[in-house]
């Protein structure tokens, strides 16, 4: 009578072995240490920051329109440095909290070393580091499955400058780099004073060699900023390019164009101008522009629903008079950022009856 609780002993141990090891056992195991791409395109990393070197290779790479990811032990984290990584277009990744080799160490406490730096770096940055690197480049389960438990991938290399082990010997370093990248590399630098001071030439030469720079896979580059002008008067907000569409700060673009912007509770918009009215929600592409008659009003008295806006006999009640209304989509949807909406803006203007113009990165809306 004995064998029914011992199996059932067995079956329990088997299930709790099971259940104390999800984390390992749904670990992605697939170790990034290049880029899939057939393409002359490597990606630049830098570990063991931050460390004042940090400047001077930001530096470089902001004069080369490049962006890398710098691989931070997060005891060292600082705003100071963090922002001026973001500002340079480059993102902060995660390499542990203490910089330990974590040969022997157990699932909960590397889980904790990884948690730690992911707080250090997103208080210091802002920013979440959506990759960790392995302090060199160990890993095993525990590790792998710790890292998967924080939502990060683990990226190793495949070129490895070696500059740690050659601070007075930049040629050993260039020789390291330049024998071993392929299509795809991803290489391994540290913040030295070393590397910093032959960066410049690396990339000189990478770049003679055809080679052009790109970011971790996923990795988005930052947006870039669109200064806009209205009736020739720089504003003091900026837009946003986004796959080649100015994404504009709605409220303050067409207030100085003199447009009215009202906003409804549920979280459409209203610009109106010329005797137009442009209607669209948040989230959704699609708009209403409707055109008013000569007696029309574009003051709305009441609050419009979305559920009935658009058709030309309710807008006439709320609005006056009005000749026809057409239905439309954007190019993309509008967004709220911080509490400020973000749409298209060339459809918007020119819906409304104003005009855009580019010249240099510089939107012209008049
Ligand atoms: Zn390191």
């Known amino acids: ?45 830098f570990d063991d920051g931050p460390t004042p070197y940090e400047p001077d290779i930001l530096d470089t790479l902001q004069k080369n329109k490049i962006q890398a990811a710098f691989f931070w032990i997060g005891q060292g984290a600082n705003a100071n440095q963090a922002k001026q990584v973001l500002q340079a277009g480059s993102s902060i990744q995660n390499h542990s909290m203490t910089h330990p080799l974590f040969q022997g160490w157990s699932y909960n406490t590397i889980l904790t070393n990884l948690d730690s730096a992911q707080s250090a770096i997103q208080e210091a940055s802002g920013t979440t580091p959506v990759y ?105 907000v900026q837009g946003v390019l986004q796959n080649d569409l100015t994404m504009a700060p709605v409220r303050a673009v067409f207030e100085a164009l003199g447009a009215r912007v009202t906003w409804h509770d549920d979280q459409s918009i209203d610009l109106s101008a010329n005797n137009r009215i442009v209607h669209f929600h948040l989230n959704d592409p699609n708009y209403t522009l409707t055109y008013l008659s000569g007696g029309g009003s574009t003051s709305p008295q009441t609050t419009v629903t979305s559920s009935v806006y658009g058709s030309t006999t309710v807008a006439s009640s709320v609005y006056g008079s009005v000749s026809f209304a057409v239905h439309g989509t954007m190019p993309a949807s509008a967004y709220l950022i911080q509490d400020t909406t973000f749409a298209p803006l060339r459809v918007l203007a020119e819906a409304l009856g104003f005009t855009v113009g580019w010249d240099q990165n510089q939107a012209r809306i008049d």
Do not use: C
């Not at 299930?15 to 749904?26: D, G, K, L, N, Y």
């Open 1 to 45: 009578m004995l064998r029914l609780p011992i199996i059932a002993l067995i079956v329990l141990s088997v299930f709790t072995w099971i259940a104390w090891q999800p984390e390992a056992a749904r670990a992605d195991s697939s170790i990034i240490s290049s880029l899939s791409t057939g393409q002359p395109v490597v990606a630049l990393t």
């Open 132 to 236: 960790f690197r392995p302090p060199y480049g160990y890993t095993n389960s525990n590790l792998l499955g710790a890292a998967a438990a924080e939502g990060l991938k683990v990226v190793t290399w495949n070129v490895d400058s070696r500059d740690w082990a050659n601070p007075n010997n930049p040629d050993a370093i260039k020789q390291n780099v330049y024998s071993e990248v392929t299509n795809g590399s991803i290489i391994l630098f540290h913040e030295k004073a070393i590397t910093a001071k032959i960066l410049p030439d690396i990339i000189n030469h990478l770049k003679d060699q055809g080679y052009s720079f790109t970011l971790l896979p996923g990795l988005k580059p930052p947006a870039q900023k669109v200064p806009l002008q209205v009736h020739g008067q720089l504003l003091n």
